[in-house]
Structures are given as structure tokens and as C-alpha cells.
């Protein structure tokens, strides 16, 4: 008698440069749908052509409940802009983000799916070292709406894993990211010989986290037990003029780029970012994802040369 293998089916809603980097992990050992407004569709068409890809709106009424039908896992990738985006429209922010967030999880009530969803540390205080088990006390609107998720799929019954991330930074394999940060902005602005500007003071501690080492984390984790709750964060902040003297220097050490750091000292208020624990993933997975910070920046650097040619 023959065996037959049998592939999970993973569904990734919301296909921006993380959803490609998930996708491209995991294409070879599991079938994979991807829905999304369509935006890197034609190098996913390209790369990975045995995906299947819908373009729609993944809260379209109806439209979850057809493709939970035929997948076991759910990557929930929808975002608009992270903190600096909520900020900017809170109003479209919140709709998307609760409101058809919630309807979209009633939908899924019937299902027995393994749901996956991205929050942020920003659901802590802003203090230092936030464990899982730091009660939750959002001092910004995107860490409220991020912990008003969590609670919606705890208030339905879902089975998921929840991923309290810090601040992504790096270019994908096959595309460079939708909303690029501060260092993003850095490295395009070093390699067009444009100053590396800073609005406001450069004082502003983030905790950035290499998208390899979020990608390591998702693939280590695909098939955890649900009901779970994990910092994916390096556990260390740092200022963004500490940064961007980094790749200023490794501009000059390594490309002959002699840019300079302009600071506008603008009155633009960018939270820090809560300092969020990564001990009980680091200790799951033995992975530290703290370590080697400045090749990582080398390494994202000679990513974008490749995107550019």
C-alpha cells in the first residue's frame, strides 16, 4: 500500500514583503494560498510559481470562510503602516484593525485552524524588560489596536499563537519592503548620495529586529501547539543616531561614500519602543537574534545593491 504524504495548507493574508519572505520559507514543504490587493503578485508569479495567489480584500464577507475550508494555518499579515501609520490615519487604522478584524475572526469560529497573528511589543508599557507575562498597557493607538486584536481571537475561541514583534528591518529576497523605516531610508538615502536625515532629535530608542531572524522564528514555530504567546524582539534598543553613524560608516569603510547625518531637531514625537524579553524564544529555538547587528546591516546593504541592479 502506498503512503501518501499529506502537505499542510498555509493561507497568508496579506502579501507585503513579509509575506513574500514567509512564503518563499516555506514553499517547498507545505501547499500555500496567498490573498492580497496584488502588489508583488508578477515576481511571486515569477519565483514561486506554484503558489496560488487571490487578489481581493481578505475582509470581503464570506471570503475567509471559503479558503479556511482547505488550510490549516493562517498567517495574518495585514498591516498599514505600523506605528508611524496609525499615527498618520488612525481612523482607516482602526477600521481595519478591529473592526473588520473582528468580523473576519467570527467567520472562523466553526474552523479548526491554527490562526498566527503578528502583533507588536507595542502592546506593553513603555519599561523595560516586558516578559509575555508583563501585563499588557499600551501607551500608544497602535499598541491598543494590536492588543484589541489579541483579544478578539482570545473572545472567539481561536486557536492561535500570538508574536509580539519589535520594529522589522531588511530587504526581502525577491522585494524590497512596502513601508521602508529609518534604516531603509538610511541605506537608499547613502547610496543616492543624499544626507541620512533624522527629523527629529535621533534620540529615539527602537528595538529593530532582522527580518531573517523574524523568518527563522515563524519557521521554527509552524508547527507549535496554539495558545501561546512570544517576544519576537532582540531585547536591546538602541538610538536611531547610533544607527545611523553605522551605516555612515560602513558607507565609508566599504562603498568610498562620504555622507553626512543631518538631525532637523523636528517636534515630531516617535515613541520608543517598550523593551520586550526574547528569553523564552531564544531559549525554544537557541537562536539569539541580538547578536551580529552590524553585519546585519552589511548584509541588508549588499541587499539593496542586488534590488538596484
Known sequence: ????????????AGLGSIGVEIASAFYHDFEITCIDHGRYFDVV?????????????IHEKGLIKKLAKDSDIIYYLVDTGGVVGCMNDPTKFYEINTTKFSNLVKELNSFDIHFFLLSSVFVYPNSQNCTEETEPKPETLYGKLRLKQEQILENNNIKSTILRVSNIFGYGNFVKVGNPGAIE????????????????????LVDYLYKDDLIFYLKNLVSVSPGEIYNISTGKLQKIIDIAEIISNIGKTQYQKNIKIKILNKSEIYPNS????????IKKTHHNPSLNFNEKIQNMMSAYLQHER
Open 1 to 12: 500500500m502506498a503512503l501518501v504524504f499529506y502537505l499542510k495548507k498555509i493561507l497568508i
Open 45 to 57: 508569479k515569477q519565483k514561486l510559481p506554484e503558489i496560488n495567489l487571490i487578489k481581493s480584500d
Open 185 to 204: 531610508k538610511f541605506v537608499e538615502n547613502l547610496f543616492s548620495d543624499k544626507q541620512l536625515t533624522i527629523h527629529a532629535n535621533g534620540n529615539q
Open 274 to 281: 517598550p523593551l520586550a524579553t526574547p528569553s523564552k524564544i
